[in-house]
């Protein structure tokens, strides 16, 4: 067993007991709750560095523990695990600020990739710094935009947003390579660190919750703009960099 301890938060008994085992198998510690105020106050503790999160939760809803977490500023990666297949949910969880998410039902070895790709993706950063890990950093200022490395914001129009971890990692590869078509599969490998990629629309919505703090008009981004088929690319000129 290692010191690497998984929160499962998921009410139905055999599947909470079946992802602890599977998990304890897998050498990872495993504390469960089975409602949503057990699971938060769990979560609140700090002791998981990953939560595994249901939507559909007595006494509190999932939705409602990943809001409660993120507004207290505890930053543990959260994949959600949900029998709601709508894209609205899934988006919805990612805008709160979840790491990832599956659709039940799903296979063990899927899960253990996902686990794997977000601790991967979250500890490096977290040993990294963030901003230091690449030739991006300090200040870069575009048409009608400002990206703070950082700080992790974005200033459009007068007005700041907070950019999320992956927000600013999509971000900074795209801007990185800009001018450039960078292809949802690099996207996934090198800021998810995905090594055998699931099909997942992750990059996709990301990049919509991405778009809708960069545009003024996302449904005509010119900043960040789809290429059909392959990927992404990045726009606009850079005016200056401090």
Do not use: C
Not at 26 to 32: A, F, L, M
Request: glycine share 10%; charged share 30%.
């Amino acid at each position: 067993m290692t010191d690497t301890q998984i929160l499962v938060i998921e009410d139905e008994p055999d599947l909470r007991a079946g992802l602890k085992h599977n998990l304890e198998l897998e050498g990872y510690s495993v504390d469960t709750a089975a409602d949503g105020r057990e699971g938060l106050r769990k979560a609140k503790e700090g002791k998981a560095v990953l939560i595994l999160l249901d939507l559909m939760l007595p006494l509190m809803p999932g939705l409602e523990v990943l809001r409660h977490l993120r507004e207290i500023g505890r930053e543990t990666p959260i994949i959600i695990i949900s029998a709601k297949g709508q894209d609205r949910d899934k988006v919805q969880g990612l805008e709160l600020g979840a790491d990832d998410y599956l659709t039940k039902p799903f296979g063990l070895s899927e899960l253990t990739a996902r686990i794997r790709a977000v601790l991967r993706r979250t500890q490096a950063g977290a040993k990294s710094g963030g901003g230091e890990r690449s030739g991006i950093g300090g200040v870069m200022k575009f048409p009608e935009l400002v990206v703070d490395w950082k700080r992790f914001t974005i200033v459009r129009d007068g007005e700041e947003t907070q950019l999320s971890r992956y927000e600013a990692e999509i971000l900074r590869m795209l801007i990185e390579h800009r001018g450039e078509v960078v292809s949802r599969q690099d996207l996934l490998r090198k800021v998810w660190g995905y090594v055998h990629l699931p099909t997942t629309r992750t990059v996709d919505n990301h990049i919509a919750r991405l778009r809708k703090k960069l545009e003024r008009d996302v449904e005509k981004p010119v900043h960040v703009v789809t290429v059909h088929g392959l990927g992404y690319r990045f726009e606009s000129p850079l005016l200056e960099e401090s």
